[in-house]
């Protein structure tokens, strides 16, 4: 007897925030030429929308695809937070490609995935629902620092001139 998996609408619902909270980070690279990819802004720990893109990327792929859909996905935090980059296009094209990996991965998740107990090994042990609900927190807390890091690069642009 074959069982075909029947998208929940519980998970399904986390596939527009997530994607969504992504697109606004994209969107804060359009335009960007290599220096305003890679600034940062004047305070510790700040990140730049280079960064930010990519870590959000990864982080979504480690989850999604890898933590709860099962795929081996080779990812290095640390990396990520240490990328630079002289154009936003290699981010585009990656996008591009993920989404509807993303996507599909969550329609094709069964039911029972959000009850599941899963382990990071950062993170600790929490529920599949828990760890969806900390990747939409996640994603849109980034969208958040890409806006206000694209504001803070307008605003210092404007004082230079």
Request: include cysteine.
């Amino acid at each position: 007897m074959s069982t075909s998996v029947t998208a929940t609408p519980e998970i399904v619902a986390f596939a527009n925030p997530i994607c969504n909270a992504i697109e606004r980070i994209m969107r804060c690279l359009d335009g960007q030429e290599t220096e305003g990819l890679n600034w940062r802004p004047p305070a510790e720990a700040t990140n730049s929308l280079y960064v930010l893109a990519f870590h959000s990327l990864g982080s979504a792929e480690g989850f999604i695809l890898g933590l709860l859909g099962g795929e081996q996905i080779a990812r290095d935090r640390d990396a990520e937070f240490r990328a630079h980059g002289d154009s936003a296009k290699p981010l585009y094209a990656r996008w591009i490609t993920l989404q509807p990996r993303l996507r599909n991965a969550l329609d094709a998740m069964p039911f029972n995935v959000l009850d599941q107990v899963f382990t990071h090994p950062r993170l600790g042990t929490m529920s599949g629902r828990a760890f969806l609900i900390l990747v939409a927190q996640h994603m849109a807390e980034h969208a958040g620092h890409a806006e206000l890091t694209r504001d803070l690069l307008k605003a210092a642009r404007a004082s230079m001139d």
